[in-house]
């Protein structure tokens, strides 16, 4: 079975709690943001990134050589929960500060640390994942963008979809096929390469959700010329790169907080009218809320000793996600009958809001089916 081991916050961690709390409520205070019941993907505020580099709250865990800050993987939990539980405007720096620096961090050149690195942690640098295309979702390994050498480097070509933040980032990690699959076996000759967006050949085109908000792009890349540099890793080890690169994506607080900002606006209005059943509704979210965060506390204690506990953040975010729908469908509940005069200002947006946004949930950074799969096989079901 799986262990989660035990990460603790030190002193220190719970007084940086305390100034983003106090630099948070001083933001609300003088309209430098709204809060968002989708915060990390769909709340995009280049300006308050970089509010956040320059209080040190962005590349936390790499080393101050590369323009980290050297902390515990703690402190950065702290972060991310604290901006979560406000609704902040985090999706800009979302994917850079917690999957593809560490990424450049592990397979990037000397150059790509020294240039790239520095400028996500000051908030100016935002990054994109291109691994989805129109015949490829969960069957990642039947991608067809091809990357092919050159004299110069490498040609890439081919169609990335769902790419969140693509129109606003700087960089993308593409999943590309360099050489044929090995029979059955597809997962053979898949390289990562990291793509200047700025380069000619790539168009990036917005596509709306549900709630109407173009967060996520269509990429295309016709006989995009990329120097020989931009092979992130080693040529055909792409698959197992994107495996480690899932792990850091599915374990962390935004697997079950992205809605936490409704139940916080809430809860006061239904402690109004508490009966036994909004009681026993509220007890068990906070349960299920503390069971999570101890196990994806206990991931982030993994990915730091250096390992790529790949299952047990498929188990967080199925659980995670299960948990994220229970509470907004709870919240309903909870709330019906309750007057709207009754509401806080902003309550019935953000409920709107998480309703829309829900489908997400359960399909962005691996469906749940796909999760269900990956743990069962650690269990040696299939
Ligand atoms: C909000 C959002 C943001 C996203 N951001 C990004 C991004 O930044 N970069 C990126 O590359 N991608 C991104 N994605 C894409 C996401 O990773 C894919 O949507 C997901 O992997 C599913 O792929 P698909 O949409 O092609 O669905 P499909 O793979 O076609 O799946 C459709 C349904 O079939 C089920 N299914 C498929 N195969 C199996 C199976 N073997 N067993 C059981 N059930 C199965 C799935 O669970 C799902 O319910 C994003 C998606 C969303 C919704």
Redesign the pocket.
Known sequence: MFQFPRLEFDAAAHALREDLRGFLNAELASGGFSPSADCW?SAADPAFSRKMGAQGWLGMVWPREYGGHDCPVAHRFVVTEEMLAAGAPVAAHW?ADRQTGTHILRYGTEEQKRTILPRIAAGECFT?????EPQ?????AAIRTTAQRSDTGWVLSGR???????HYSHYMIVLARTSPAEGRNRQVGLSQFLVDLSLPGIEISGIR?LGGTP??NETLFDNVELPADALLGTEGNGWAQCMGELALERSGPERFLTSLIVLEQALPVIARHADERRAIEVGSILANLRVLRRMSLGVAEMLEQGESPATAAAVVKEMGNRLENDIVAQLRSMLAGISFAEWPDGLEALLREAVL?L??N?????????LR?IIAREMGMR
Not at 362 to 370: A, D, H, V
């Open positions: 993907v994917i994109a994942i291109g691994m989805s490829a979702g969960s069957d990642l990335k979809i769902w790419s969140t933040g693509a959700d967060h996520f946004h489908p997400s359960t399909l962005r950074g691996g469906t749940t089916e796909i799969g």
